[in-house]
């Protein structure tokens, strides 16, 4: 991104940005295999050349930002595969690189900028690769999950990310401890928790989990992804209302995941009404989670940047 285009921030305060679609899907619909506990994550280090295509997708379906590969990539999961401190690192810093490179390519081929890179960070659960990112309470205190997660944003905050996407949380515990973590590095940030109904995974009132980030001033939006867009119609107004901030909101398509037959089942709910219903309600960053892709994002674009 040149050095002349406005910050995150400042594009941020200019209107709607929109985000991208869900990596995964859009990794395994090129053939990959992510059936793996670093998921998306394995690639940095054996098929990159993946992640840049798919988020050059993304780029030029019309999303604005992309969000990193490194969800899932934590030092503790690189451990686990044999991968030490140092490279583990190296493919941290990567991930921000690849998306960068991927908003070069696409500005190359015509694709109009700025264009931004968010560096991802899940929940503890994540790297767990046992569900419980969808749980939370993870019986570790809120220190205990700062000391994890300052470790790696530290080093996703060295590669010059424009913003960290701190996605994904199920706890408000967590939630506190994020905050506390991004405390100092000079990236701003956004917090969206994972929900059901009206509270996170972890059973806390959305409107607690909200307001821990109200007066954060690293914290640039607050709201909810990777959960039904049914739930993000009332978490839009309530994020807007508890903290002030811009709202950040990327659904699930809306489809059901039938374990048993290892296939997804209904239909898709993320709908251009909906899109325009959470802009009228102070969202400002717009996209998708798991099951949008490149088709979906083109159509957000569209309805955000007419």
């Known amino acids: 991104m040149s ?38 994550a394995r690639l940095l280090a054996e098929q990159p050349d993946a992640i840049t ?19 899932q990539a934590t030092f503790e999961g690189f451990a686990h595969r044999g991968v030490g401190r140092e490279a583990a690192a190296g493919l941290l810093r990567r991930s921000v690189e690849l998306a960068r490179e991927a908003a070069g390519l696409a500005m190359k081929g015509g694709v109009p900028g700025p264009l931004y890179v968010a560096a991802s960070a899940g929940p503890y659960g994540a790297m767990l690769a046992d569900g419980s990112e969808y749980r939370g309470r993870y019986g570790l205190s809120v220190a205990e999950l700062e000391r994890f997660h300052r470790p790696r944003l530290e080093v996703l905050a060295a590669a010059e990310p424009d913003v960290f996407a701190l996605e994904t949380v199920p706890d408000a515990d967590e939630g506190q401890a ?15 928790y994972s929900i059901e109904g009206g509270r996170t995974r972890a059973g806390q009132p959305l409107a607690e989990a909200f307001a821990l980030a109200a007066e954060a001033e690293e914290i ?33 398509s809306g489809e059901e995941w039938d374990a048993q037959a290892r296939a997804w089942r209904g239909r898709s709910t993320f709908t251009p009404e909906r899109v325009t219903a959470w802009t009228a309600r102070g969202a400002r960053l717009i996209g998708g989670c798991c099951r949008v892709g490149p088709d979906s994002i083109s159509a957000l674009s569209g309805l955000i940047q007419r």
């Open 3 to 40: 050095t002349s285009s406005p910050s995150f921030a400042e594009a941020l305060a200019r209107g709607p940005v929109v985000l991208d679609g869900g990596l995964s899907n859009q990794l395994e619909s090129a053939g990959h295999d992510l059936s793996d506990e670093l998921w998306s």
């Open 53 to 71: 295509a798919a988020h050059r997708a993304y780029y030029e379906a019309g999303a604005q930002v992309a969000i990193t590969s490194s969800y």
């Open 220 to 252: 640039v939006a607050v709201g909810v992804n990777c959960c039904v867009p049914e739930d993000a119609d009332a978490a839009v107004e309530l994020a807007a209302r508890v903290t002030g901030k811009p709202v950040v909101v990327y659904p699930n």
């Open 178 to 192: 994020l905050v506390r973590a991004v405390r100092g590095l000079g990236v701003p940030a956004w917090l969206s």
